[in-house]
């Protein structure tokens, strides 16, 4: 079984292939993490602390059977997805538009990270976490709940890193996820294409295609000398794939608030969706940080109303 989360991987998909693939060994099935794309700055940083390896990157699945993190939309798994057998998920996302023909094993829960659920299943199975796994996991809910500062985290998010904490023996969290996120921010030498994927998402809503990316930083500042080529470099990608409207979280997560950068072909999507008058090419939302919780359901159920 091959175990891989969505295209552009972050962290939480990284770490919750890696760990769902180990438990599902434990369990005595045999499974494999993969990726479809090589692992970001940061999640370089978190695998090389705890001693783990980035997947093997993957383009195709099909004739395979496959479990999957982190995501069940079909613009965001491979091009072969249906003809593959998927056996399992473990999200924390709404269900997107995939489809089984089979039942299947289904862990989707409201809470800030993949990696809390995968901490329940460990428990749920009876089987221990390793120490690297667990350190890996706490990083991966810390950089989706943003230190715990996004909407999206939960009080069982909170309990995970706490017992991933004594199982990996981090002392220090919140200085771990500082350091983890001063690594999130470095931007210089990177490719203005290597930012703009660095995070980055694709839906179809209601027949429209939109693509969200986003850049967390410690401050916004550091971003500043890097607007104008990752303007050009959104521009781009709408024209590449005929997309509606692509939109670039600039979150700055010391403020708490999210600078859009976008391009679209309406820009009344904008004052529907989020009750702002965009500018020419951005637009400030102060609170958001969450593309899950607080871009992609309004967006998705106002801006094509």
Known sequence: MLVLGHMNPDTDSIVAAIALADLFSKRGIEAKPVAQGKVTPESAFVLEKFGLTAPEVVTSVAGQKIALVDTTELAQLPGDIAQAEVLAVADHHKLGDLSTPNPLEMWVW????????????YDFYGVEVSKGIAGAMLCAILSDTVMFKSVTCTEADKKAVEALAKISGVSDVMGLGMEMFKVKSAVEGAPMRDLVFRDYKDFDMAGHGVGIGQLEVVD??????????????????????????????????????????????????FKKAFGVDAGERSFWLQGCMSRKKQVVPDFQAKAFA
């Open 110 to 121: 409201p809470v800030g990270c993949t990696c809390t659920v995968l901490k329940s299943m």
């Open 220 to 269: 916004l500042d550091i971003l500043k000398p890097y607007v104008d080529g990752l303007y050009e470099e959104i521009t781009k990608l709408k024209g590449e794939k005929g997309h509606h409207t692509i939109m670039l979280m600039l979150t700055d997560i010391m403020k708490e608030g999210t600078e859009m950068l976008f391009v679209t072909d309406d820009k009344a999507v």
